[in-house]
């Protein structure tokens, strides 16, 4: 199949070839059609399957007839965080080059007065995060009476984020007889019944299983102690074939704290989290897709739906609290049909976590052998489980067990007094041993400050060109969506 035959226009084929597509995703060229056929729809697509496609190509088309009024648009999509929204943004520039389309793009960190002057001369596509298109409507400077057509992208994000209230108050305030098109990774039941509310007669789409990690990439667990991720971290950017990397954290202040530690290594890195303003994160999201640097340390803000093209590994350097953020953090690789890898550290406290995954996307993931490094630099992969590692372990025990014994019986004169000074001096050198490792942590991380829960210190985009309407006064201004 190829793009002609969804029944998209003249025009539209133009764009698409021109940015070098020809043939339908499994999305695309399952929703396109009763897209255009102006029908309800319930997409379940996992990431990196060419989503946003499947609604940007057809809207396109529906709008090319009909124009824009003052501060009422025409149509809506529901973007959970700015980088997605922005993203959006891109594919209709880029896609609509020749159909002459307006666009407003609502997202926190952006001039708000340059927002409304935009929505006063009408918009046929309105691109917001929840909480600044509430913010402007209740000031009244946005009217969602003449919205004929509703998108809810990645709406289990929405839940997490806690913005299904939002949306809800957002369905009851567009016109009842509209087409509603939502969009989710997966489908737990509150989107189930949000669905059920304000869609009729949905056509549902599912091209993959709800929350299934992409077959394209290779998943290892790697058993660490706490104190040593960063340079376990370290070790395996230097043994794989890392072309790019993204290195997710839970925390904005572990984010901060590795990249800085990153760049003392001699890494070329940079960092996303929810403290950055929006243009420093485009910035910076530019810079790591044209290679300035070549690893992106992020908080979950990068988890989903960011099209970064060509990134060969994902290290999970803290196991997600949420089974759902694992799924979309490791499809940051392995896209579009490429091969990828990705590694989620383990310490003693992530068993449940690790447990949850594994239920959710209904595989065991195996664990890597870091005894077994030098074979894999050779082109071999080991992996082993976690099973067979405590079995290893028990027969060292019992051997040195075994050895200790025999030791013990060919010493029968051996004093209480030496027992006690073996203890002694084994004592000494924990000591010792502890105060170097002390010593080289203190050299990683600097002078110590206030130690974060995690053991790391507190102190206080999207993929592609900036489209010339992001070229904008940036403020302060931030409504909360991606903190």
Partial sequence: MIFADLGLSNELLKAVEEAGYSEPTPIQAQAIPPVLMMKDLIGIAQTG??????????????????????????????????????????????????????????????????????????????????????????????????????????????????FIPDIESICTKLPANRQTLLFSATMPPPIKKLA????????????????????????????????????????????????????????????????????????????????????????????????????????????????????????????????DDYVHRIGRTGRAGAKGTAYTFVTSDDGEAIDNIQKLIGTKINWLDMGADEARAAGDTVAVSEKAVKKSRNRKGEKAGADKDKVASDNPAKSDSDDIAGKEKRGKDRRDTRERNDDRREDERGPRRHPDVDGTLEDGAWNGPVPAFLSVGFNADNDGEDA
């Fill in 196 to 323: 059920d509310k304000f869609l009729t007669n949905p056509k549902s789409i599912e091209v993959a299983r709800p929350a299934t990690a992409s077959s394209n990439i290779a998943q290892w667990l790697v058993k660490v102690d706490s104190r040593k991720k960063r340079e376990k971290l370290r070790h395996l950017l230097k043994a794989e074939n890392v072309t790019s990397a993204v290195i997710f954290c839970n925390r904005k202040s572990t984010v901060r704290e590795l990249n800085k530690s990153m760049q003392r290594h001699g890494f070329a890195s940079g960092e996303i989290h929810g403290d950055i303003d929006q243009s420093a994160r485009i910035a910076e999201l530019e810079r790591f897709r044209k290679g300035e640097v070549n690893i992106l340390v992020a908080s979950d803000v990068a988890a989903r739906g960011l099209d970064i093209k060509g990134v060969s590994h994902v290290f999970n350097f803290d196991a997600p609290w949420h089974p």
């Fill in 49 to 162: 399957t060419g989503k946003t496609a499947s609604f940007v190509l057809p809207m396109i088309d529906i709008l090319a007839q009909g124009r824009s009024r003052a501060r009422m648009p025409r149509s809506l999509i529901l973007e959970p965080t700015r980088e997605l929204a922005a993203q959006v943004a891109e594919n209709f520039e880029k896609y609509g080059k020749y159909h002459k389309l307006s666009m407003a793009l609502l997202i926190g960190g952006v001039s708000m007065g340059d927002q409304i002057k935009a929505l006063e001369k009408g918009v046929d596509v309105l691109i917001a995060t929840p909480g600044r298109l509430m913010d402007l409507f209740e000031r009244g400077n946005i009217l969602l009476t003449g919205c004929g057509l509703l998108v809810i992208d990645e709406a289990d994000r929405m839940l997490d984020m806690g």
